[in-house]
């Protein structure tokens, strides 16, 4: 199993800037991607970045520019830098890692950092 904690959700106003990390432990050298999510209330959840292993990032076009994906392997840390930020930013934030093994694929995810973004 995979543990996943995110931190450093908050409060910012439109233009501010944020920086979630994302603590795995466990089995995290069965980790191949690990993503960050958002939710809102009565909404699905909606994929945001990825960072591979081997270092391929992706990004939802609304982040492309503004959020910088990145992870700290030593530390089985992830991060999101969210520049630029916007009121429809808001959201709660989710941590995702995939992970794989001779059992087969299984997905983890973290409890969620809240983001709200004032005008």
């Known amino acids: 199993q995979v543990r996943l904690v995110e931190s450093g959700g908050g409060l910012v106003q439109a233009g501010g800037s944020l920086r979630l990390s994302c603590a795995a432990s466990g089995r995290v050298l069965e980790i191949y991607v690990m993503g960050w999510y958002r939710q809102g209330p009565g909404n699905e959840r909606e994929w945001v970045a990825e960072i591979t292993t081997d270092g391929f990032i992706t990004y939802r076009d609304s982040a492309k520019g503004r959020f910088t994906i990145s992870r700290d392997s030593a530390q089985n840390t992830m991060y999101l830098q969210m520049n630029n930020l916007k009121p429809e930013d808001t959201d709660r934030y989710y941590c995702?890692?995939?992970?794989?093994?001779?059992?087969?694929?299984?997905?983890?995810w973290g409890q969620g950092t809240q983001v709200t973004v004032s005008s």
């Open positions: 995702n890692a995939k992970t794989a093994n001779i059992r087969g694929q299984a997905s983890y």
